[in-house]
């Protein structure tokens, strides 16, 4: 491989995030207990910096580096800048959570920043290789902080479990990609999608590495049948780290998808449109009837998010560029929406207290009106109630598989999210009609405040004038 000069303008923002996490690995060593929100801040300095870097250099026009191993291009700068402000609002909203357990420490925000490193390398990926060490770099991240408690044996159970899965998905998706070498002889994902195109699917070997990459794929998105450690994780982990995998990696999964399954093997889009297809059908109908029956409000979330990733595959099954930007836009918007969600979780949240129960909302109104009506927007879209962002990113994806002739697929999505609005409005009754039984909490941080009420604002603003984040999402496509 040639590194020349050029080759490292594009990967600036990396390079600036994996600079500045090495450094700050190597202050927090030096700094006192005392001392640590210094890391806390170097980090927040970090996201933002690596945005500016990112929309200085802004293009549509597609830049390959690397010798054609990374790309930059309009999604991916889109989707890195949601990614920053994703893990800033997670760092944002942890701060106080992971102190008030003794778990304030520099190695939260530097897995955080190694993760996001990670995800910023998978949006970037144009070769099966840096796919692979992009997912890995997060993988580790990810099971690392899930344990971050180690003092909670159920964070260290829900840590090996991931850990477990994650190495068979991770095998799944490796021996996926070493079948598509040995069929097309390149890593490389536009040659990949070139001998793919010539070859079609009278190729078995192509066939079946495509069926293990879609298996290593649904297992990172979380989808029916493979969703089995998404609530045990959600649960088990703290909830600092549970907002964390919940939010931001969504959006590099989302990238995932696109390059392997649109841009490297768009060819075979009629395998793996049958196999979505399925998944998708599962997910939307598991994920909202488990979830019926949660108390916990994180195993909730968890099948909750199992729900939404199916809403976002059927807009990439459509195989249409309005299909993919409606399940851009859908990936965005929930990230926004799940991060509101465990904010509250986490603002409620106090020393010895969890608030994960759905008892625990009880009688929210009654002493944090305005927090109760945050969370009003937050579960009202997640359920798709109209004027909010969550029933036009429904919308949307629902369009997308009409205009290819699934109609029974769409009327499936309407009927179950139906269904689903019931475990919705039912933290919403809590919240309003329940009185409190617990002690409401003496205060919160300004800096959550004003997170929270943007993260809610945004969910009733996006609603009501979608047009700017879709046309964005459109341009890309």
């Known amino acids: 491989m040639n590194f020349v000069a050029p080759d490292f303008t594009p990967a600036l923002p990396e390079l600036f995030v994996l600079g500045m996490a090495c450094l700050i690995l190597v202050i927090d060593v030096y700094l006192e207990q005392h001392q640590r929100h210094i890391s806390y801040l170097l980090s927040q300095a970090t996201l933002i910096g690596a945005a500016l870097i ?33 893990s800033g609002t997670v760092f944002l909203y942890s701060q106080k959570y992971l102190r008030d357990r003794n778990l304030f420490k520099g190695e939260y925000y530097i897995l955080g920043l190694f993760g996001v490193l990670g995800m910023m390398i998978m949006v970037s990926a144009h070769s099966f290789l840096t796919v692979y060490l992009g997912l890995e770099l997060l993988s580790l991240c990810l099971y690392a902080m899930v344990a971050f408690d180690r003092d909670s044996p159920i964070a260290s159970e829900a840590a090996m479990k991931y850990f477990v899965l994650g190495a068979l998905a991770s095998g799944m998706l490796l021996y996926g990609i070493s079948m598509l070498y040995g069929a097309t002889g390149s890593l490389d994902i536009g040659a990949v999608g070139l001998a793919v195109t010539e070859q079609g699917s009278d190729n078995l070997v192509l066939v079946f590495g495509l069926v293990f990459l879609v298996v290593g794929l649904a297992f990172k998105l979380g989808v029916v049948p493979f969703h089995m450690w998404l609530p045990d994780v959600y649960q088990g982990a703290p909830t600092a780290v549970t907002l964390y995998i919940g ?97 509250v979780i986490i603002v409620l949240s106090r020393s010895g207290f ?32 109209p004027f909010l962002v969550g029933f036009y990113a429904k919308l949307a994806v629902l369009q997308a598989i009409i205009s290819i002739g699934l109609v029974w697929l769409a009327i499936l999505g309407v009927v179950f999210s139906v269904v689903g609005a019931f475990y919705y409005l039912r933290v919403v009754k809590f919240m309003y009609f329940d009185k409190p039984t617990v002690v409401a909490p003496t205060e919160t941080r300004l800096d959550a405040q004003i997170a929270i009420s943007t993260n809610g604002l945004l969910v009733l603003a996006l609603g009501l004038y979608p047009t700017a984040l879709m046309s964005l999402c459109a341009t890309v496509f």
Request: no cysteine.
């Open 247 to 343: 939010s931001a990696p969504e959006l590099a999964a989302f990238a995932l998808v696109i390059r392997i399954l649109v841009d490297g093997l768009g060819a075979l889009h009629a395998d793996w449109q049958q196999m979505l297809i399925v998944m998708a059908a599962l997910s939307i109908m598991v994920g909202n009837l488990i979830a019926i029956a949660q108390t916990n409000i994180k195993r909730l979330l968890a099948y909750s998010t199992i729900s939404h990733m199916g809403f976002m595959l059927l807009g990439i099954l459509a195989g249409t560029p309005e299909g993919y930007a409606a399940a851009m836009f859908y990936a965005i918007t929930y990230v926004l929406t799940v991060v509101g969600a465990f904010g």
């Open 54 to 86: 990112t929309l200085a250099a802004y293009t549509t026009t597609p830049i390959l580096a690397f010798d054609g191993h990374y790309i930059k291009d309009a999604m991916s700068d889109i989707l890195k800048m949601g990614i920053y402000i994703a």
């Open 354 to 385: 969890e608030a994960e129960h759905i008892e625990d909302f009880k009688g929210l109104n009654d002493y944090n009106p305005w927090l109760a009506f945050m969370m009003l927007l937050i579960m009202m879209s997640l359920a798709g109630i």
